[in-house]
């Protein structure tokens, strides 16, 4: 069975520091972009940030300067460190796989747009 398992999210201040981790667990042979998605409730879930397979990474404006997307191809893991948070940062957060391709025995098998269950992140005093 395919997981992306979140974790890392939690209460903090302002101007505190998160970091965020997800890790994709079975029979992974490859996965193309992996990303950042937050949702607050009555709102579309939108990207935080996403970093390809080769490093090349896409932050929202809103985080520029304050996220670093950081990934490790040989553990399938992709990190969100996360300083200098605002209230305005509040929101469930979820890890994004685009496309994850794993294997069965000698079968391999896509996955699209697959994702985490998510992990809430609170900044507040």
């Known amino acids: 069975q395919v997981q992306l398992v979140e974790s890392g999210g939690g209460l903090v201040q302002p101007g505190g520091s998160l970091r965020l981790s997800c890790a994709a667990s079975?029979?992974?042979?490859?996965?193309?972009?992996m990303g950042w998605y937050r949702q607050v409730p009555g709102k579309q879930r939108e990207l935080v940030a996403s970093v390809t397979g080769g490093g090349i990474t896409n932050y929202a404006d809103s985080v520029k300067g304050r996220f670093t997307i950081s990934r490790d191809n040989a553990k399938d893991t992709v990190s969100l460190q996360m300083n200098s948070l605002k209230p305005e940062d509040t929101a469930v957060y979820y890890c994004?796989?685009?496309?994850?391709?794993?294997?069965?025995?000698?079968?391999?098998?896509?996955?699209?747009?697959?994702w985490g269950q998510g992990t809430q992140v609170t900044v507040s005093s």
């Open positions: 994004n796989a685009e496309a994850l391709q794993y294997y069965t025995g000698t079968r391999y098998h896509w996955l699209a747009d697959f």
């Open positions: 079975g029979s992974i042979f490859s996965i193309n972009v």
